[in-house]
Structures are given as structure tokens and as C-alpha cells.
Nanobody, 117 residues
Framework: QVQLVESGGGLVQPGGSLRLSCAAS????????MGWYRQAPGEARKLVAA???????KYADSVKGRFTISRDNAKNTVYLHMNSLKPEDTAVYYC???????????WGQGTQVTVSS
């Protein structure tokens, strides 16, 4: 059973940057799609970025041009580089493997990102 551990969150000023990491306890080499989700208080958890094993990426309109998702299969790690952060980016960020309307793995604890001056 693969476990996912998110890290790298914190408090950052608007316009700042953060890099989130998602470390998997097992191999993700055979997992085609990996993604980052976020959940703000009172809102549903939403997929904001996904990356396929071949490198193809997809982003929600709200983060496109500001966030970059990448993966290092050799390290079993997925990254989310977050630039030009806005207060509306404040949320708990999770990683998982998206499969239509569900996910392949259980949810981890996530990592809190707070954008505030």
C-alpha cells in the first residue's frame, strides 16, 4: 500500500513562491497520472495540476501560468512549484493519482499553504 507524504508548505507573502514535495513510500513508475489537489475551508477538494509519466501536464485555469508540476520517478516524488502566489491559493495541498472522479491512493495529511501579507 503506497503512502503519500506532502511537505513544503508554509506562510508566504503574496507574489512569493513555494515548492511542494510529495514523497511516495512505493514506486510510482507504473502510475501514469499523478496530481496535486487543494482544499480551502468550506470548499471541495479540487485537482489543480496533473502530470503523466511521459511529461504531459495539465492545469486548472486558476493556477495555469503560475504553478508547475513535475515528477521524478527515480525518487518516487512529485513536485509542485508555485510562483506568484495569491491569497486565494491558501489551502491544504494534497497529492494523489487521479482516476476520473476518484483517486488511486488514500489521502495523506496534506501540507498547509497560507498566502498572506
Amino acid at each position: 500500500q503506497v503512502q503519500l507524504v506532502e511537505s513544503g508548505g508554509g506562510l508566504v507573502q503574496p507574489g512569493g513562491s513555494l515548492r511542494l514535495s510529495c514523497a511516495a513510500s512505493g514506486s510510482i513508475f507504473s502510475i501514469n497520472a499523478m496530481g496535486w489537489y487543494r482544499q480551502a475551508p468550506g470548499e471541495a477538494r479540487k485537482l489543480v495540476a496533473a502530470v503523466l509519466s511521459g511529461g504531459t501536464t495539465k492545469y486548472a485555469d486558476s493556477v495555469k501560468g503560475r504553478f508547475t508540476i513535475s515528477r521524478d520517478n527515480a525518487k518516487n516524488t512529485v513536485y509542485l512549484h508555485m510562483n506568484s502566489l495569491k491569497p486565494e491559493d491558501t489551502a491544504v495541498y494534497y497529492c494523489n493519482a487521479p482516476r476520473l472522479n476518484t483517486t488511486l491512493f488514500s489521502w495523506g495529511q496534506g501540507t498547509q499553504v497560507t498566502v498572506s501579507s
